[in-house]
């Protein structure tokens, strides 16, 4: 029987995030501790572990299927590999950053400047683009560094939470760009791969869908229900159940969690009583 060969990240955050989605989709991965791959018992997919610059050209060379991503990474190193989901997790930006006692009003201010970055493609196109001439030094690790010792005017580098260039002395100035998990795909992967990945990714939209929204019960008196119902969006519309009480029925609806406050306002403006709110683990639509 066929196997999907998806890549992950070996270790760090991205990692974890992206076994965290695998098990939640109800993918059981034998210990892969230490090891480059590793097999599910209950789905056929092998997860190798791998380093995250190297995945594009795995996926390119046909050696994986597919893979869970970093979107830096594709744009940096693999521009050629499709996308076929975002996930939503692991996200970062690339930005540009300075010394704090640095003087910056554009990025036109950068001209004739250095500038150190493990990301140069990224970086010689924002250049490009802007029309800015600058000496690119090309750094794997610690890039931050590279301010204080002299060894560059601005540093493009992957900020999460900006603690890592406060710790350096630097400011962000510049978002080159916004990044985030997704799920790559190969150029070379055969029809009988293709079919598995479609399943795998039915199951992480049903898991993403899930975990931006909150199911919701109310109780409501009748005649409030038609207001009720305009502020609950739903997937189609709310289930409504009559209660013991004569004239007061309960409502159960679907809502965006980023919307969570806002609705709950709302509904207690219009009646609503006894509002119980609880996460959901997949939504199949």
């Known amino acids: 029987m066929s196997k999907l060969k998806i890549a992950v990240q070996k270790s760090g955050r991205l990692h974890e995030d992206s076994m965290k989605i695998l098990k939640d989709v109800?993918?059981?991965?034998?210990?892969g501790k230490d090891q480059l791959k590793a097999s599910a018992k209950n789905f056929p997919i092998e997860v190798f572990y791998l380093r995250n610059g190297d995945i594009p050209q795995y996926l390119r060379d046909g050696v994986v299927d597919a893979a869970i991503i970093g979107e830096n990474i594709l744009i940096e190193k693999g521009n050629d590999i499709a996308i076929v989901e975002k996930l939503g997790f692991s996200t970062c930006k690339v930005s540009l950053a300075v010394p704090k006692s640095t003087k910056f009003k554009s990025v036109q201010d950068l001209q004739?400047?250095?500038?150190?970055?493990?990301?140069?493609?990224?970086v010689n196109q924002f250049l490009l683009k802007n029309?800015?001439?600058?000496?690119?030094?090309?750094?794997?690790?610690?890039?931050?560094?590279?301010?204080?010792?002299?060894?560059?005017?601005?540093?493009v580098d992957i900020v999460s939470s900006g603690?890592?260039?406060?710790?350096?002395?630097?400011?962000?100035?510049?978002?080159?760009?916004?990044?985030?998990?997704?799920?790559?795909?190969s150029p070379l992967i055969s029809s009988e791969n293709q079919k598995i990945?479609?399943?795998?990714?039915?199951?992480?939209?049903?898991?993403?869908?899930?975990?931006?929204?909150?199911?919701?019960?109310?109780n409501a008196p009748n005649d409030?229900?038609?207001?009720?119902?305009?502020v609950l969006p739903g997937m189609k519309s709310p289930t409504i159940l009559p209660?013991?009480?004569?004239?007061?029925?309960?409502?159960?609806?679907?809502?965006?969690?980023?919307?969570?406050?806002?609705?709950?306002?709302?509904?207690?403006l219009h009646g609503a009583q006894g509002i119980l709110v609880c996460p959901i683990e997949n939504m199949v639509i």
Do not use: C, M
């Open 243 to 268: 209660l013991a009480e004569v004239g007061w029925s309960s409502l159960h609806s679907v809502i965006d969690k980023n919307d969570f406050w806002e609705v709950i306002d709302e509904l207690k």
């Open 163 to 185: 603690s890592t260039l406060f710790k350096n002395n630097l400011k962000e100035v510049e978002v080159l760009l916004n990044s985030e998990a997704v799920l790559a795909v």
């Open 197 to 218: 990945l479609d399943k795998l990714k039915f199951r992480f939209q049903s898991v993403l869908k899930g975990r931006q929204s909150k199911y919701i019960l109310l």
């Open 224 to 230: 409030k229900i038609p207001d009720i119902i305009k």
């Open 112 to 122: 004739g400047k250095r500038i150190a970055t493990s990301y140069p493609n990224t």
């Open 26 to 31: 109800g993918i059981s991965i034998e210990n």
């Open 131 to 155: 029309k800015i001439e600058a000496q690119l030094h090309i750094i794997n690790g610690s890039v931050e560094i590279a301010p204080n010792i002299g060894l560059a005017d601005a540093i």
